[in-house]
């Protein structure tokens, strides 16, 4: 069937498919009754086509849904914990996981800061020491904040001479965020310096260390901050010993409702940058102020055509990192007394490869390319000359390359699915890479093997693929194998260890990632080619990955799942509907599933620029079209399917996988249980402590292991 027949079928569908009020479910043919859901007249119109929404009242708070999230959890816990399998799981999750783990460290002021968490702490400790060898101190402990280990350390932001620390923690896995200062030498906060209403924005320090800049959202209404809508960023300026009352608006536009402002100092204290996001457009405009010569923020570039991230600077030269006329990316200095694009002088040209970070340390630039979804890592002389490039374990993934402008010494990490993260010291004046923290983990990586494959999908594009698994398996069709997709905004599906995934692949599974359209694998054009009206390419390309793996004889669609969440959650959600005999389970998890509604609540209007807007006509239609949610057909045999979501996610909000998890179970045609689970105190997965994740995967891989008949034995 055609795309267009498939989106004309569809909009028939939802047009016509009104549901009756109070409508009871009738039990599957799981061997247990889902909880009932009930359903109302709701009927919306867009652009003269009516959509039943069945399932509104899940968008408001109410003891019905409180009573039908607790039944929900009842079935789908007690189902997944009744057995030895779980128990067999979850110990020996909890055995891979109680290694040591480290972040990468930064340099700040002299001092080396860094991350460890000694196995099983809910959440990593932040330390600090005198030298890379010396014995480090706690400078704060997120374990001490809450008992269960819900309120988590964000990021941190130290002042230039190193004696304040700005840290952000969020509770519950909200995006919302405090602000606090902390000295120190003492450890010890200042009283007056905590700051609310931050969300998505960091801290810029000033050059004197005095105080730094931020945004601050508009407070929703009360009991309405896990689902408003974002509204009304305004820069302000924070000056250290002082209350929030008193911080200064820095900058604001109301005449902008649509735009979103980020603030950053450069490091000589020069130039405020103010980073512009407007929705609907996938790049970012900049503006800047001279702080030194005073006077007001002025437009520096002021299209959203393109990325534009500044790097740091020398005098009135900004250098940037655009993909302006480069979609794969380059590096231009720009003046900022003549900033118009004619002017840019390219420092680092395009290439054949898309730049995924550009990092200016120690007076080099450290540009961290992808090569077919693999890091590579050039050094490049502030002329652009490359000096030379890392030398890198593996096929793999690098991260956290970061410092100060004159730096002589940096750390990043690498990670691969069968190779454990590791942290490097990187001495710039020799190039020479040195084990800073090696994990020490209960496994021989030599017993896997990880082989990237490329596939082709309809109309000769070709997609690349992980997989990974044990040695010596059989490809005979039979293998439990486990597909996992992103295929959006920009964001890179690049080779990392889990313990999760490990766990998987000791029982016996294959783990897949394909690099479908809509990620930044392949540049800009690739982003381009999975977005706004080119969003089913993705699951075109998601399909074609599970088709591929089924040809060549890894697995069946029988022993085939799916895994993506939040924007992945979409992407399983779609293809779930579109080709439901293709798989035999699926785990969407904290999906965007509702596509006509998703820009109403929270950080949804952001996602604009991905999806489109479902008030345009055109894109009503696109949307609508694969809207998981609202394409589900009733009596169709859906593969046995595991919703996972949050009630603290207010990324986004898990009504998306109320709704969708209630039409699924009511539509059921076979026998397969569609279960939902609804985790507490938790958010979109950002600050989720140690506990909550391992209990996560446990019946993750519980659900699977009963889905696809696998049998679970680690000896």
Known sequence: MSHLAIRTLALLLIATSVACSSRAQRPPRGGFKYPEARTVDQVDTFHGVDVADPYRWMEEDSDELKAWIEAQNKITLGWLRDGSDRRRIRARLKELWNYEKFSVPKVEAGKYVFRRNSGLENQASLYIADTPDAEPRVLLDPNTLSADGTVALRDTYFSPDGTLMAYEVSSGGSDWKIVRVREVASGDDLPSDQLTGIKFSGVSWNAEGS?????????????????????????????????????????????????????????????????????????????????????????????????????????????????????????????????????????????????????????????????????????????????????????????????????????????????????????????????????????????????????????????????????????????????????????????????????????????????????????????????????????????????????????????????????????????????????????????????????????????????????????????????????????VRYPATLIATADHDDRVVPLHSFKYAARLQAAQGGDAPILIRIDTRAGHGAGTPTSKRIELAADEWTFLARSLRMDVDFD
């Not at 395009?350 to 890091?375: K, P, T």
């Not at 080619?529 to 089924?550: T, Y």
């Open 211 to 635: 105080g730094f800049y931020y945004t601050r959202m508009a407070q929703p209404e009360a009991g309405q901050e896990l689902k408003a809508a974002d509204a009304a960023p305004k820069v302000f300026y924070h000056s250290v010993g002082t209350t929030q009352a008193d911080d200064v608006l820095v900058y604001e536009r109301p005449d902008e409702p649509k735009w979103s402002l980020y603030p950053w100092a450069t490091e000589d204290g020069q130039y405020l940058i103010v980073f512009v996001m407007r929705d609907g457009s996938v790049g970012n405009a900049i503006h800047i102020q001279d702080l030194k010569a005073g006077g007001k923020i002025e437009p520096l570039i002021e299209d959203f055509d393109a990325r534009n991230w500044v790097l740091g600077n020398d005098g009135p030269m900004l250098y940037v990192h655009t993909d302006r006329a480069a979609p794969m990316g380059r590096v231009v200095g720009i003046d900022v007394r003549k900033p118009e694009p004619a002017e840019w002088k390219t420092i680092i040209p395009e290439s054949r490869h898309s730049i995924e970070r550009v990092s200016l340390v120690g007076d080099r630039f450290f540009v961290n390319r992808l090569r077919l979804a693999r890091s590579q890592v050039a050094v490049h002389r502030l002329d652009g000359t490359r000096e030379r490039e890392i030398r890198l374990p593996t096929l793999g993934s690098v991260f956290g390359i970061d410092g100060r402008r004159k730096s002589t010494e940096l750390f990043y990490g690498f990670s691969s699915f069968t190779y454990p993260t590791t942290i490097f010291r990187y001495d710039i004046a020799s190039g020479e890479s040195t084990v800073f923290r090696r994990p020490k983990i209960d496994f021989d990586p030599e017993q896997y093997y990880t082989r990237q494959v490329t596939y082709k999908v309809k109309g000769s594009e070709r997609v690349t693929m992980f997989i990974s698994h044990k040695r010596g398996i059989q490809l005979d069709g039979s293998n439990p194998t486990l597909l996992y997709g992103y295929g959006g905004f920009n964001s890179s599906m690049t080779p990392y260890f889990s313990v999760t995934n490990l766990v998987w692949m000791e029982m016996g599974g294959v783990y897949a990632v394909a690099n479908v359209r809509g990620g930044g694998e392949l540049g800009k054009a690739w982003h381009d080619a999975g977005r706004l009206k080119n969003k089913q390419n993705s699951f075109d390309d998601f399909v074609a990955a599970a088709e591929s793996l089924i040809f060549n004889k890894y697995t069946s669609p029988k022993r085939l799942a799916i895994q993506g969440a939040s924007n992945g959650g979409l992407l399983v959600g779609a293809c779930l509907n579109q080709r439901p005999e293709l798989f035999g389970a699926a785990l969407p998890s904290v999906g965007v599933m509702d596509m006509l509604r998703y820009h109403r609540f929270t950080a949804g209007r952001y996602w604009v620029t991905e999806y489109g807007s479902p008030d345009d006509p055109e894109m009503f239609q696109v949307l609508a079209g694969y809207s998981p949610y609202h394409n589900i057909r009733k009596g």
